[in-house]
């Protein structure tokens, strides 16, 4: 089982520019977020997702967007990239029975 | 407003001896917690979660603990191993089912070094 997949592992963008950061789970897992975490701070909750077809806000979502249009897939974009926005990326999911989420191993995302 | 707060950025322990990693939180609305750990380059993994109608769940090594009425909660790791070396998130989350819900607020973690 590959788990939880993110794509690209590591990406730099200029200003204003978009880009989207692909997740990919293949353990047919109902719930899906994305976090960012920044040098001294926890995991702060950018999106999540209950299941397909419903996304909701978490605590930082100004920025970003997000679809499931799939199980499988919960992309994350950036719409018009900022400096504020360089941080790691994660992407976790977890199944109703699940404890605790499972997370993809992060995506460095630079912003110059 | 930082609701849950790890006060201790690092922590050193002995191998063979008890680790002891605590979390203070401000939101008596928070009825899951649970722990993470996270290596350099990795995302971090679930290690154990605790509901609020307990005060203590184990699972092997690891032991969290809850206090209520304190609003805190403790991970024992017995006994520490070298493996062990990490960053530990807490975590919690309000309203939720037996599993929690989906609005995790973390901490800012605690960095456990064993020394062999």
């Known amino acids: 089982n590959a788990g939880v997949t993110q794509t690209p592992k590591f990406q730099v963008l200029k200003t204003g520019q978009s880009m989207t950061l692909q997740c990919a789970q293949d353990m047919n897992h109902e719930y899906m977020s994305w976090y960012r975490q920044d040098p001294g701070m926890g995991l702060r909750l950018i999106h999540y997702?209950?299941?397909?077809?419903?996304?909701d806000q978490g605590e930082v979502p100004n920025g970003y967007n997000v679809s499931r249009s799939t199980t499988e897939d919960f992309p994350l974009r950036l719409l018009s990239a900022a400096p504020s926005q360089t941080s790691v990326y994660f992407c976790?999911?977890?199944?109703?029975?699940?404890?605790?989420?499972?997370f993809g191993s992060g995506t460095r995302l630079t912003v110059v | 407003d930082q609701q849950v707060k790890q006060n201790s950025p690092s922590l050193s322990v002995q191998e063979g001896r008890i680790s002891i990693l605590n979390c203070d939180y401000t939101?008596?609305?928070?009825?899951?917690f649970l722990w993470y750990k996270k290596y350099p380059a990795e995302g971090p993994t679930f290690l154990i979660s605790i509901s609020s109608i307990k005060d203590k769940n184990e699972d092997g090594r690891f032991t969290v603990f809850l206090n209520k009425s304190a609003k805190h909660l403790s991970l024992h790791i017995v006994p520490s191993q070298p493996g062990d070396s990490a960053v530990y998130f807490c975590?919690?989350?309000?309203?939720?089912?037996?599993?929690?819900?989906?609005?995790?607020?973390f901490g800012t973690g605690t960095r456990l070094t064993i020394i062999p």
């Open positions: 975590a919690a989350s309000a309203g939720g089912s037996n599993f929690g819900n989906e609005k995790l607020t």
């Open positions: 976790a999911s977890r199944g109703p029975l699940n404890y605790g989420y499972t």
């Open positions: 997702s209950v299941g397909a077809g419903i996304t």
């Open positions: 939101n008596s609305m928070f009825d899951y």
